[in-house]
């Protein structure tokens, strides 16, 4: 079942993003945008890409295909956005 | 002598259809080759390097280890008595003229004749002077100029193996013939290898436990390896369950981090078979207990069975593993007195009554394998009995003869006995089980990965608003992620309100120059970092007062010790 359509807006797949990397950093030091280089600017490391992938697919209520995700749809929170909307 | 080449030339007559590769990939789908098409593949490398004039002692260097090619493409090199050498390929985040400069040195440094690649790799606007083959170019040439395959002695040069510091001249161990077939002959026996067995690997293979375990042993051995992208294992992990339970997968390995991760991240253990598996290895960084444990009991429900747990330790200055526990014998949990080890660093073993909160349990990486013998010595060089940690020496009849062009680290390299300082950190049991509990403190073990603190420190000093050469890298413990984080501390010149700001630079600049993902980063006022009596920044010092919460809190996942609880 995929979730509500407003569960998985931009914004809402932005939010989630910050509050995974607030957790695991400690505080922000500015909010996120849709194009902040989570990978080149060290906010997400390899290590945490599988458990933020894992809380977006319950976020968007679905279940990515294996193998659809690579470290390059981590870029930034929107290319993430992109991804989970098509597997809707 | 075991010959790696002429053992895949005979897998090739005996068994040509078996699967030498098989790739597991979702993205870019399959593909496989038996140990005929490897072979024929290897022949018509060796005919393209030789028109090239490769020859004996000649360096190639190749790069993309996730590709049906890459077999042919190594094999072809060692026909014509070239030696190999895998070099990392560019990551999506480290800067690129950082990457080409590296490459560009590193290749020269090598002196290498060619570089041969992954079709998937673009090297086309790479600014490097070493002519570049794909590996289906190299697979599609004429086989017709291909020599007979060079018959090696014992002591010649097989293979170099690079350590992966981003900075400074590299060390590249060179490892001879006769080293990678005795380590191969001991390893087979001691794995029990057979010709059931099928490896299932994301591990890179500029790595040694890549290179050696899931690449040169299967093709010794004659059995298929599954591999897997590293990329796409990251993105996602379960990856690796999917290709076990599909291609019956028996024996992989995999860092201790990747057994917190697996544990972690899977939403429905049942979905898979993996009563097949007889062994998974960890390796690379120390096995946690509470990491490995969580593994067994989540893929409990698969058909995963305890005594598959297994773990080893090496170096590539010995080829790669040169302990190992099992195989079929579970793994040895060893529960010992927390405050015997803080306070004189001694294994006593704690009774059955010992209540939880007295003991610590460290996880043996096995006994020494065959031939291989380890010292543990203290401060004063003298041998120290079983239960006492001091710094670990061995001698195996695989060691390394020096580093490549390297005469600078070449001169003592072995005590008096023959011995190397592995510069780690470790003891033995009565029962010669193997811990190993620590290492030189500039060495930091992410993910398997290591990372060295000068790297960091020499990226850091060059960003603008940090005051150049006052920083100080070091590891801490990250336990909710079964691994290390690297923690950078700088003193700045720069007003306080602008520390946010630099600590953000300072993380991307460390991304960028020496791809490593600081787990912190912590600004202080010049003068506040502690120095050691030489006038250098002290690693140690500096870690302990950070730890104690001296420059603002850590964050959330780092391990902060208990008070007393010593490094």
């Known amino acids: ?88 | 002598m075991l010959n790696l080449l002429s053992t895949v030339l005979r897998h090739a007559e005996r068994v040509p259809e078996r699967d030498c590769v098989r790739l597991f990939s979702r993205r870019r789908g399959g593909g496989a080759r038996a140990f005929g098409q490897v072979a024929e593949d290897a022949r018509r490398a060796a005919a393209f390097y030789r028109a090239r004039g490769v020859g004996p002692g000649d360096i190639v260097a190749l790069m993309g280890g996730h590709d049906v090619g890459v077999y042919g493409a190594w094999l072809g090199a060692l026909w014509v008595g070239a030696t190999p050498v895998f070099l990392a390929e560019p990551s999506v985040r480290i800067d690129k003229q950082t990457y080409w400069s590296r490459l560009s040195y590193l290749l020269t440094y090598l002196d290498a004749k060619l570089l041969a690649l992954s079709a998937a790799i673009d090297a086309s606007s790479w600014p490097i002077k070493v002519g570049v083959v794909t590996y289906p170019e190299l697979a599609a040439a004429g086989p017709g100029g291909a020599p007979s395959p060079h018959e090696p002695g014992e002591g010649d040069r097989m293979l170099l193996q690079h350590s992966s510091g981003t900075t400074g001249v590299p060390k590249g161990v060179q490892l001879t013939h006769g080293m990678v077939a005795r380590y191969a002959e001991v390893t087979i026996e001691r794995m029990g290898v057979d010709e059931r067995d099928v490896v299932v690997s994301w591990l890179p293979l500029y790595h040694d436990l890549g290179l050696f375990n899931c690449f040169i042993i299967p093709m010794f051995a004659g059995i298929p390896t599954v591999s897997l992208s590293t990329f796409e294992w990251v993105a996602d992990p379960e990856l690796q369950l999917e290709a076990i339970h599909e291609h019956r997968g028996t024996i992989s390995y995999m860092p201790n981090f990747a057994f917190a991760l697996l544990a972690a991240s899977v939403a429905d253990p049942g979905r898979y078979d993996l009563s097949m598996l007889r062994g998974v290895w960890s390796g690379g960084e120390p096995p946690s207990a509470a990491d490995m444990l969580a593994f067994s009991r989540r893929f409990e429900v698969a058909g995963f069975r305890r005594e598959a747990l297994q773990a080893g330790y090496g170096m590539a200055e010995s080829v790669a593993g040169i302990t190992s526990s099992g195989p079929g014998v579970p793994l040895k949990f060893h529960r010992i007195l927390k405050s015997a080890w803080r306070e004189r660093h001694e294994a006593v073993p704690a009774g059955e009554g010992e209540p939880a909160e007295n003991v610590l349990v460290h996880v043996s990486n096995g006994t020494m394998s065959r031939g291989c013998e380890m010292r543990v010595l203290g401060p004063g060089g003298e041998r120290l009995p079983p239960g006492r940690a001091g710094r670990v020496f061995v001698r195996t009849p695989f060691l390394f003869g020096g580093y490549f062009r390297r005469d600078d680290l070449n001169q003592n390299l072995f005590d008096a006995d023959g011995f190397y300082d592995t510069g780690d950190i470790g003891y033995l049991d009565d029962e010669g089980h193997v811990y190993v509990s620590g290492r030189s403190k500039d060495l930091i073990i992410v993910g398997g990965r290591n990372v060295y603190s000068q790297d960091v420190e020499k990226v850091a000093n060059e960003v603008p608003g940090v005051h150049a050469g006052r920083t100080v890298c070091f590891g801490v413990s990250v336990p909710s992620r079964g691994t290390e984080g690297a923690v950078l501390l700088a003193e700045s010149d720069l007003p306080e309100a602008d520390w946010p700001a630099l600590a953000a630079r300072l993380r991307e600049a460390v991304v960028r120059f020496a791809d490593v993902d600081l787990a912190d980063v912590k600004l202080a006022p010049r003068g506040v970092l502690r120095k050691s009596t030489a006038g250098k920044l002290a690693r140690p010092d500096n870690r302990a007062l950070y730890l104690q919460g001296r420059f603002g809190p850590p964050p959330p996942v780092v391990a902060v010790p208990e008070p007393g609880a010593g490094a």
């Open chain 1, 1 to 88: 079942m995929t979730a509500a359509p407003e569960a998985r807006s931009l914004e809402a797949t932005l939010a989630l993003i910050e509050a995974f990397v607030a957790r695991e950093r400690g505080a922000l030091r500015e909010p996120l945008t849709p194009d902040t280089e989570l990978l080149r600017l060290g906010l997400l490391d390899s290590m945490q890409l599988a458990r933020l992938g894992r809380e977006l697919a319950g976020a968007f209520g679905v279940t990515p295909p294996r193998g659809a995700l690579t470290v390059e749809d981590f870029e930034t929170p929107r290319r993430l956005w992109q991804c989970f909307q098509r597997f809707g």
